[in-house]
């Protein structure tokens, strides 16, 4: 039975396991305007760490007066606080711009005031390639290109001479950067120890494509002789060659992923999760679920919209192998028979990982599902051309774990978030003050009965997001009505429509947790 066979190999690969934190086991795909049902490009990200801060608020665009200077920093563990979070280091200076655009700002943000948008997933490659003498880490890069460009291009070119110039400090990064016309992924690795610099490679993913990242570099080889859909540092295969990653005289081609993240292909904690996603929106490709590498991009069976996202961010491996849900059973191979899957439980799929020696985390022989626990936030973006920026630009955003969130829009002509939003759930410890504890406080009460409280997870949920979705067509219409005639208005209008969705939807959650504790306190 070759599902028993998955869970035997992987509790003897749990001796071997390269200990990660999860705090960097983001999953993010990216859509070309070809792919997608209404032509927009859509990117996401589920950011899968419990230390990263719950607050976000929208930074306006801004004028700088000449010689400004710009202080960056970097992010370092801080257990000093109510929960484990992190504080900022400070890595130098460098010169501002004269004018900066307006973005939504949580710590990785993901749209600004042009429909620029981004997502990010954590790979970290080759250790002897970190470097602390760079002053940009990848949180502050984002917002470098958001402040600065309104390209993905422009992005990708700006990431490249910041970097060249004042160094990368952070581990491997993948940013999937989408702009209203195009998508790109961008991979980036530090220049080695005690350098300054980067080392990075960027390709397109074609318009009717869809793509993944998740904790492993994508980018195989590079046809830098084709600029429409390629870019690269001038070093990526030089630096490849001098740290004796690659040999050119071996008749091989040059890979970016093996030269800088070969342990990603041989993780099944990233490579499950690639397949997971291209097989769900192409499944008339039967890719196989072992296999080392999959294709960059596909073109999906049907057209994807925001809500196929938003489900493929809640799955758990239902229905494959893979399987940890109480009712699943599989056909054992050798006799025929139907029994219950060996990695079946009551509970979130993910939490009986300990019993069966199966790691949990995003180690690089590790198992683990695109719905986590430690989802702070995760974002689905869409950046639609026929639509001014204030009304194309909208983030729907769910706090906590993606199996249970419910996605607010947030347009980005809205100028203010509601106050629990801009509050910071891991600096004040449970408050509901903060809008990340009423999502978390319920994906914890029903992770301990999901098999059961889904249900009701779902019956709260599902039709709050789709009367969001039912919603839009109408806020567009009146917000581009306001928009041709009286733009502070149209601004008003799309602030007051964001600050009620997200004041509904937390409480919502805070009632729902209330009810989970009073309808299952006595079946504990």
């Known amino acids: 039975m070759r599902t028993y066979l998955v869970m035997s190999s992987l509790a003897v690969g749990c001796a071997a396991l390269l200990a990660s934190s999860p705090a960097k086991a983001c999953t993010s795909i990216v859509v070309g305007k070809g792919a997608s049902a209404d032509g927009s490009v859509m990117t996401s990200h589920t950011v899968d760490s419990h230390r990263t801060p719950s ?12 010689g400004t200077l710009l202080q960056l920093d970097r992010r370092k563990e801080d257990d000093s606080g109510a929960m484990p979070n992190y504080s900022r280091e400070p ?14 700002a949580p710590t990785y943000a993901p749209m600004n005031d042009s429909q620029l948008a981004i997502g990010e997933s954590t790979f970290g490659g080759r250790e002897e390639l970190h470097s602390d003498k760079g002053l940009i880490d990848c949180e502050w890069l984002i917002r470098l290109m958001m402040e600065r460009t309104t390209t993905a291009r422009g992005a990708i070119r700006l990431a490249g001479e910041l970097l060249a110039e004042y160094g990368w400090n952070d581990e491997g990064e993948a940013l999937t950067i989408v702009d209203k016309e195009e998508a790109w ?12 610099g980067a080392i990075w490679a960027a390709r397109r993913v074609p318009d009717d494509h869809v793509s993944v990242v998740a904790n492993g570099s994508r980018i195989r080889t590079l046809d830098l002789d084709n600029p429409e859909f390629y870019m690269a540092s001038a070093n990526v295969v030089s630096a490849a060659v001098e740290m004796g990653y690659y040999d050119p005289e071996s008749a091989l081609p040059f890979q970016f992923c093996y030269a800088y993240n ?13 397949w997971r996603v291209l097989d769900l929106l192409a499944p008339s490709l039967k890719l196989d679920p072992y296999a080392e590498n999959y294709p960059f991009s596909v073109k999906p069976d049907e057209p994807v919209t925001p809500q196929r996202i938003m489900a493929i961010f809640r799955d758990t491996f239902e229905g494959t192998d893979f399987d940890m849900t109480a009712s699943f059973t ?15 439980n009551p509970f979130m799929p993910y939490d009986a990982n300990k019993l069966f020696k199966i790691n949990g985390g995003w180690g690089w ?6 719905a986590r626990w430690y989802t702070m936030w995760a974002t689905v973006t869409q950046s639609r051309s026929w639509l001014p920026d ?9 706090y906590g774990n993606t199996a249970m969130t419910t996605y607010v829009p947030i347009f980005m002509g809205a100028t203010d978030l509601p106050e629990t939003y801009k509050t910071d759930g891991r600096r004040t410890g449970f408050s509901r003050d903060a809008a990340w504890w ?4 319920v994906e914890t009460i029903a992770a301990h009965r999901w098999g059961e409280m889904r249900k009701d997870v779902a019956a709260v949920r599902d039709p709050l997001q789709q009367r969001f979705f039912d919603e839009l067509p109408e806020v567009e219409k009146t917000a581009m009505k306001l928009l041709e005639k009286k733009p502070r208005k149209a601004a008003e209008y799309l602030t007051e429509y964001v600050m009620n969705a997200g004041n509904t939807v937390v409480q919502a959650y805070w009632d729902l947790g209330d009810a989970l504790w009073t309808r299952y306190d006595e079946q504990w």
């Open 330 to 344: 599989v056909t054992d191979e050798e006799t025929g028979k139907t029994v219950k899957s060996p990695l079946a």
């Open 55 to 66: 607050s976000m608020t929208i930074v306006p665009p801004r004028r700088h007066k000449q």
């Open 390 to 398: 204030p009304i194309g630009g909208v983030v729907w955003l769910g």
């Open 438 to 441: 009423a999502f978390n406080r």
């Open 185 to 196: 992924i961008m991979e980036i690795v530090g220049p080695g120890k005690g350098k300054v």
């Open 365 to 370: 022989r590790g198992e683990r599902t695109i």
């Open 91 to 104: 890595t130098g200076m460098i010169p501002q711009v004269a004018e900066t655009h307006g973005y939504l």
């Open 262 to 274: 070969p342990q990603g292909r041989y993780s099944a904690a990233v490579t499950r999760r690639e």
